[in-house]
């Protein structure tokens, strides 16, 4: 085990080799990496008295917390497998992660979505073991007891009942993260990222972003995200600080910057907006803040920064299998490629369909292998047999090699709409669409809006004798998916324009003003 690396072993150098820094915060509470590290061994040894061992998952449901890290890091010390769930979907959405993953413990914060999911009625009930949710129609039971723990005092109570001792090694290569993505078929995939791989993708995305001793990152945008998940990890492989916030808030994100000294935090435009009009006055000091320019208001308040991934204004192209960066802009400045060059540990082929690498200049698939790539769909043979033919992990999107070498990323083979910072995958919308009795089909379209990039669009035929309200369906979605997903608009037509058995998205998009997808 003298090559082995796992967040564990991480956590635990830092234990010794920084006794006096502070790993996390998270309101009042303020823990160095000595007794992060305590909890952690104190958790992994609860977790292992509910009957969580090497390879069984852990869900957490809830907003961001200290907990998410702290639970991370201990199934890492278990072999065990974690997962922060999008605390955003609705319940039918989070049935089905739990109906798929199967967990042996969740882990909750009250909400009424979460509380239409926990079992029983009161704290005392919710916390003990139950056999499991019943799904909708069409969705397997979860097949083994699930142990719920609710967060804040029982979850701490919990964490208290463990023993505090040594754990046998844990091979580096073994999955450790899970995080649902992809939703291209209708129903989300959990990709499955290994102790081996987030530390190889923290040491690129450290040295890209030239992350030095001291740097305090704010987890503000959602944990169950790549984007916020990678910068707590290699905020946490330098050694650094964290400060957790569960949701943004502008005028509580400037005061945290402010107390705390935060270095960076999960922000894009219409967030940096937000917190430039909090801040108005200079009521906070944000000068520890070091991040892109943005506007010169922007760039008065906080200090901009140097690194090659803030000149390159954080450009690349990444998505979750891969870590969270496959490319980085930084890393090629001044490139023909706006996706720049690959991270120094992995490597990049544009491939043709019958999996022969296309030349400069031709469009094909984004390929990839290398130390920071996913270990897999959980559960998904066929999917990931598929996704890993020719020895290479296929991206499903679509992108060119450049003269210079760089990448330029093309868009999506499959359609998929970017809402703000979030993916809405048509089939998962029509999916619910079509559970609506009045429904006979339909289509989803994403269309230009000018502050969240893409509107949710869908068309929609009734069935003969059937009628429904554009607000009726919208709700219906609202109710089944997370609400970002639910169309913006409906519209009734006589049929769907047909591919095959697939609608015509082009068609479609010339009808009723679809565009402005991602890469295009």
Same mark, same amino acid.
């Given at each position: 085990?003298?090559?082995n ?7 635990s ?7 006096e820094?502070t790993?996390?915060?998270d309101g009042?509470l303020? =823990?160095?990496? !000595? ?5 952690v ?5 609860a977790?292992a008295g509910r ?6 998952r852990?869900?957490?449901l809830g907003?961001?917390?200290h907990a998410i ?6 199934c890492?010390?278990?072999g065990?497998?974690?997962?922060p769930?999008?605390?955003?979907q ?6 089905f992660v739990?109906s798929?993953l199967s967990p042996k413990?969740?882990?909750w914060e ?10 029983g ?16 129609a ?5 097949d083994? !007891?699930?142990?719920?723990v609710?967060?804040g005092e029982?979850y701490?109570?919990?964490l208290?009942?463990?023993e ?10 073994? !999955?450790?993260?899970a ?13 499955l990222l290994s102790?081996?791989?987030l530390v190889?993708h923290?040491?690129?995305?450290l040295?890209?972003?030239?992350m030095?001793p ?5 987890d503000n945008g959602?944990l ?6 990678m910068f ?6 330098i050694?650094?600080?964290n400060v ?5 808030d502008?005028e509580?994100? +400037?005061?945290?910057?402010?107390a705390?000294k935060?270095t ?5 435009g219409?967030?940096?907006d937000a917190?430039v009009a909090a801040?108005?006055g200079?009521?906070y000091?944000?000068?520890s803040?070091?991040?892109?320019s ?8 906080t200090t ?5 991934? +803030? ?13 969270g ?5 930084g890393?090629?400045p001044g490139?023909?490629g /706006?996706a $720049?060059r690959?991270?120094p ?5 544009? =491939?043709?369909p019958?999996g022969?690498?296309? *030349?400069? $200049?031709e ?16 559960a998904r043979p ?8 020719y020895?290479?992990h296929?991206t499903?999107?679509?992108g060119?090699r450049?003269?210079?070498?760089t ?6 083979k ?12 048509p ?6 669409l079509?559970?609506? *009795? ?10 230009p809006?000018e502050?969240?990039?893409?509107a949710?669009?869908a068309v929609?035929v009734?069935?003969? $004798?059937?009628?429904a309200t ?9 109710s089944?998916l997370a ?6 608009e409906?519209v /009734?037509a006589e ?9 015509d ?14 890469g295009?």
């Open positions: 085990m003298i090559h690396l796992t967040l564990s072993d991480v956590l150098e830092h234990a010794r080799s920084r006794p820094t790993a996390v915060v009042e303020r =823990l160095t990496y !000595p007794h992060l590290d305590a909890r061994s104190r958790l992994a040894s977790l009957g969580v061992a090497a390879g069984d852990v869900l957490w907003q961001n917390s890290l702290e639970l991370l890091l201990a890492s010390r278990l065990a497998v974690f997962c769930a999008n605390w955003r609705s319940a039918d959405e989070l049935r739990l798929d413990v969740v882990v009250h909400s009424d979505t979460t509380a239409a999911l926990a079992p009625t009161g704290q005392r009930e919710r916390s003990e073991t139950s056999a499991g949710l019943a799904p909708d069409g969705l397997a039971a979860v083994r !007891p699930v142990s719920w609710r967060a029982e701490e109570e919990f208290a009942s463990g505090l001792h040594d754990f046998p090694p844990v091979e580096d290569t073994a !999955p450790v993260l995080l649902y993505t992809a939703a291209f078929d209708g129903r989300p995939n959990a990709a102790s081996a791989a190889a923290s040491t690129s995305l040295v890209v972003r030239q030095e001291g740097f305090t990152f704010l959602p169950f995200h790549v984007g916020t998940m707590c990890l290699a905020t946490l492989q050694g650094g600080t957790i916030m569960p949701a943004f502008a509580e994100l +400037c005061r945290l910057v402010d705390e935060v960076q935090a999960f922000l894009f219409q967030m940096i917190v801040n108005a200079g009521k000091d944000l000068s803040l070091r991040f892109i943005h506007s010169a208001e922007w760039d008065e308040m901009v920064d140097d690194s090659p991934w +803030c000149r390159s204004k954080m450009g690349g192209y990444g998505q979750t299998e891969v870590g960066m496959l490319t980085f802009l890393l090629a490139a023909a /706006f $720049g690959p991270s540990l992995v490597q990049v082929r544009i =491939l043709a019958d022969t690498e296309l *030349p400069p $200049g469009v094909g698939e984004i390929c990839a292998r290398g130390k920071s790539l996913f270990s897999g769909y959980f066929e999917l990931n047999a598929a996704k890993s033919a020895g290479w296929h499903g999107d679509l060119r450049e003269p210079d070498g990448i330029t990323f093309v868009g999506p499959l359609r998929m709409i970017k809402s703000g910072a979030e993916n809405v995958y089939a998962e919308v029509e999916r619910a079509k559970a609506h *009795p009045t429904v006979a089909d339909a289509a989803v379209i994403g269309t809006d502050r969240w990039h893409q949710v669009k929609v009734t069935r003969p $004798g059937k009628t554009a607000e009726e369906l919208i709700e219906h979605v609202r089944t609400s970002y997903k639910k169309p913006r409906v /009734f049929e769907i324009p047909k591919k095959g058995f697939t609608p998205y082009d068609a479609l998009d010339e009808r009723y003003g679809g565009g402005n997808y991602p295009v």
